[in-house]
């Protein structure tokens, strides 16, 4: 698997991790941040943000697991409908690394 084809697997699960938290606050239940797997972390490293943008970077990938809710959960890999959204989570944060360096 290549390097960004990784990247983009552990956005996707971040993505559907974020969706089951947000869907259980939304129903009442409390998680307080006690279920972070700190994948932003692994995806930075594996990126190799720059100090620089990492504050933007962080903001972006924020934004993007918060529409996690916005996308019907699926039940294959083969349907996952989160996967464009982690695909073009991925290809913005490129862009604001590309544009440090």
Known sequence: MKNEQLIISLILQDLKH??????LEKIG???????????????F??????????????ALYLNFMDQAIQY?????VKRD????????????LRILIDMEY
């Open 29 to 43: 239940l409390d998680v307080n941040d006690t279920h972070y797997l700190s994948i932003l972390d692994i995806v």
């Open 81 to 92: 409908t989160l996967k464009p959204l982690a695909e073009v989570c991925y290809r913005q």
């Open 72 to 76: 019907k959960m699926s039940d294959t």
């Open 18 to 23: 974020n969706q089951l938290l947000l869907g």
């Open 45 to 58: 490293q594996l990126m190799k943000v720059p100090e620089q943008v990492a504050d933007d970077c962080g």
